[in-house]
């Protein structure tokens, strides 16, 4: 991207890499991001996107890895090494949105709390920021920890410290992980008033829809080195298999309540999902889809009503939003698997049908990328071979291809175990795709839906 009126861009690279003892992880041959402008690094989970960041951001923390190249912010000069010029600079100037939004808070204080710590703002202007960018009954979401809120408040959180911070570039790893399309839209429309204002906007992102909205210049990644390209995806495959009558319940949720303090989330909502059924949970982020999800997996007290799960306690598996959070920190993931499985479960056959590299499971979370760590957590709940599924966002942070065979996998355990599937989604075409049936959660309440017909 060319810069306009002899300014010089905010970063500029040129022959960055990032070297492992094996050889090269990843290149960025050239990067040149004017004020106001945009560049989406475009590629599948672990393909490096995570690892540029880092290593723009001075970062990337693995034991014999080092960087090479020229890194230029604001035009101050080299900022290859870990330099306390380029410290001050990111702490002055950049904004950061990491893919894991939950993962950014501590666990204890108030969302307030963290978000007058990170901005200097009053408590009245935190929740105006907060409540501009869509947050609904911001003053009590300000007031609740990090792991009373959905992902897609946090992510807002994260964009008003954005605001708040008025930076010269915003690094965002993910942004559309953990939204519904309404949330995409307007993200898109609060990342266009940063660079009306000024701000120069660097994205690491599996979907190719949100950089075009964006009009933002694509590098992607292939073979480990980003260059330009357009941007294009491919359609959800459909699937033809769908049950045509009702199923045996495998789990049932009868008048069930949950609160967070005060605020009820949900109340008095009923749904049944059979034996190999596949039921899909709709609705916007904050409307209650991860907290029926954890109700169900017996995480959450309820207020009021019951669930009944089969007998065995590990048949009702949850794979949750927040993947990082679920994995045990410094520990492999084969260990993680390992201590868990069923007998008969084939690791290695599981983690290939995921698209999981073998040398994925010899590593902790903290060397996964965000759709590693994903698959990783899906692979350890179907360790255990449950009866009954429970995915929330399931395909966030995966590229789409690595997302259609994740999907595929599951179809086809439902169709040769009789596994029971929920999905909580913010993705209508993804539902309409491969669900045998739908609701809404609206209210608090769960609706029955008809999906849209599939396409031919």
Excluded at 13 to 22: C, F, G, I, S, T
Excluded at 51 to 72: K, M
Excluded at 124 to 146: D, I, K, N, T
Excluded at 348 to 371: D, I, M, Y
């Amino acid at each position: 991207m060319a810069c306009d009126g002899g300014m010089p861009p905010v970063l500029q690279v040129r022959d960055l890499a990032v070297h492992a003892a094996a050889g090269t992880v990843v290149r960025l041959p050239r990067l040149e991001l004017p004020a106001g402008g945009a560049v989406a690094l475009v590629g599948p989970s672990g393909c490096g996107k995570s690892t540029l960041l880092a290593a723009l951001l001075g970062v990337l923390q693995r034991p014999g890895w080092r960087v090479a190249g020229e890194i230029h912010f604001g035009g101050e000069g080299a900022a290859t090494g870990d330099g306390a010029a380029r410290r001050a600079w990111l702490r002055r100037a950049a904004a950061f949105l990491p893919q894991d939004p939950h993962a950014a808070f501590d666990p204890l204080p108030t969302i307030g709390r963290q978000l007058h710590d990170a901005t200097g703002e009053t408590a009245v202007e935190c929740a105006r920021m907060l409540g501009w960018l869509g947050v609904a009954a911001a003053p009590a979401v300000a007031s609740r920890r990090p792991h009373q809120i959905s992902g897609g408040q946090a992510q807002r959180a994260l964009l008003a410290i954005a605001f708040l911070r008025r930076p010269q570039v915003c690094i965002v790893d993910e942004p559309t992980a953990h939204l519904d399309e309404a949330m995409a839209t307007e993200l898109v429309g609060h990342l266009r008033v940063l660079r009306r204002n000024g701000a120069a906007l660097l994205l690491a992102t599996h979907d190719r829809r949100f950089a075009r909205a964006l009009d933002a210049e694509v590098l992607a990644g292939v073979d480990g080195v980003f260059t330009p390209a357009a941007a294009a995806e491919a359609p959800w495959p459909v699937r033809r298999d769908r049950d045509v009558g009702p199923a045996a319940p495998v789990l049932a949720a009868r008048g069930l309540a949950v609160a967070h303090g005060r605020d009820v989330v949900l109340r008095d909502c009923d749904l049944a999902v059979g034996r190999g059924e596949v039921v899909a949970v709709l609705g916007p982020s904050g409307s209650g889809k991860s907290t029926l999800l954890h109700a169900f997996a017996g995480r959450l007290p309820l207020a009021t009503g019951a669930v009944d799960r089969p007998a065995r306690t590990t048949a009702v598996q949850l794979v949750p939003q927040d993947a990082h959070g679920s994995l045990t920190p410094g520990v492999a993931i084969g260990r993680l698997v390992d201590e868990v499985a069923a007998d008969g479960f084939v690791r290695a056959q599981a983690a290939a049908a995921l698209g999981l590299a073998a040398a994925t499971l010899g590593r902790s979370r903290e060397a996964l990328s965000g759709g590693e760590r994903r698959r990783a957590a899906l692979l350890r709940a179907l360790a255990v071979q449950p009866d009954v599924l429970l995915l929330d966002e399931p395909t966030a942070s995966l590229d789409r291809a690595t997302a259609i065979a994740v999907v595929g996998a599951l179809l086809e355990l439902r169709r040769d175990r009789g596994l029971a599937i929920v999905l909580a989604t913010h993705d209508e075409a993804l539902a309409a795709a491969v669900a045998d049936r739908a609701c809404v959660l609206r209210g608090g309440q769960t609706c029955p839906i008809a999906l849209p017909s599939p396409p031919c």
